[in-house]
């Protein structure tokens, strides 16, 4: 098995997991948006269309963390130009690394974008995923605007072959992602 999947399947919970035949499959057949970036230190997974990137994974070594290096490897992403998204875990206080990757994502100007939900069930383990939308835009772009991003993302990414890898029809986009709409009198305001 490959040394990068081997040290996100040891980092990141299973319910955020995909198989590493899923992933395979995504740099084979995806090869052109779909991209592994990684030193001895980190391993950066990501989804990269004309207009915006989707980071699927971002890890950095636990003897390496607090060095800058995750910073360093963002602002690479960043000088790409364009949008960057990414889940992450809610703040917990089961998980105290949650508030730690929180404030990384809020010191790299990363903002969370309240009004998108997304829940998904882990198509072998069947737990429930609650993740924090989170972007950086080198422009304004609206949380809508996110969100239909984030749709395509999980469309091309997270339901890619489901049915091959896991035997298992993939959740409808419009069942893990929800964005909340401001009434018509909030707006106004």
């Known amino acids: 098995m490959d040394s990068w999947f081997l040290k996100l399947r040891e980092y990141f919970p299973a319910k955020e997991m995909k198989s590493h035949a899923h992933m395979k499959g995504l740099f084979t057949d995806k090869s052109e948006v779909y991209k592994l970036d990684e030193g001895p230190e980190y391993t950066l997974v990501y989804f990269e269309k004309e207009d915006f990137l989707f980071v699927d994974y971002i890890l950095v070594s636990s003897s390496s963390r607090g060095s800058g290096l995750g910073s360093k490897v963002m602002e690479r992403v ?3 130009g364009k949008a960057i998204i990414l889940e992450v875990d809610p ?3 089961e998980d105290p690394e949650s508030g730690k990757r929180v404030r990384f994502y809020e010191k790299q100007k990363f903002k ?3 009004s998108i939900t997304y829940v998904r069930n882990h198509p072998v383990t069947g737990e ?4 924090d939308i989170f ?3 080198p422009d304004a772009v609206t949380e809508e605007w996110i969100f239909d991003k984030m749709k395509k993302a999980y469309e091309e990414v997270h339901a890619f072959g489901n049915e091959i890898f896991y035997n298992k029809a993939p959740q409808p986009p419009e069942e893990v992602l929800q964005l909340e709409t401001a009434h018509p009198q909030q707006r106004a305001k």
């Open 128 to 131: 429930k995923s609650e993740m």
């Open 112 to 114: 969370k974008a309240p």
């Open 135 to 137: 972007y950086w835009s």
């Open 78 to 80: 960043k000088k790409k």
């Open 91 to 93: 703040v917990t206080p």
